[in-house]
């Protein structure tokens, strides 16, 4: 059964730290790179950060120096350390593999990230 499950938002006052964690469940998941993505209200859901099974990551430009990405292969888990917060950064956070489809690929609920000013 394909499970992916977000936690650790919350709502969180500029320029405090919030760690995200992703339970994933399958192979694919355990032998894929695998992603943070994000989604505002209003906008389309857009990837924020990746990491490869080799631990080497690629960050976007408005998060690089405040997010860290990481994962536990042995535990099936994938995190996201959020530093620095931004009301910009409040949407809802998912995880996936790297390159997940919208719409032909499982997505799970997500965890909402509220950053106020």
């Known amino acids: 059964q394909v499970q992916l499950v977000e936690s650790g938002g919350g709502l969180v006052q500029a320029g405090g730290s919030l760690r995200l964690s992703c339970a994933h469940s399958?192979?694919?998941?355990?032998?894929?790179?695998m992603a943070w993505y994000r989604q505002a209200p209003g906008n389309v859901r857009e990837l924020v950060a990746r990491?490869?099974?080799?631990?080497?990551?690629y960050l976007i430009n408005p998060v690089q120096g405040r997010f860290t990405i990481s994962r536990d292969n042995a535990k099936n888990m994938v995190y996201l350390q959020m530093n620095m917060l931004k009301p910009e950064d409040t949407a809802v956070y998912y995880c996936?593999?790297?390159?997940?489809?919208?719409?032909?690929?499982?997505w799970g609920q997500g965890t909402q990230v509220t950053v106020s000013s």
């Open positions: 399958t192979s694919i998941f355990s032998t894929s790179t």
């Open positions: 996936n593999r790297y390159g997940a489809s919208d719409r032909y690929d499982y």
């Open positions: 990491v490869r099974l080799d631990g080497s990551t």
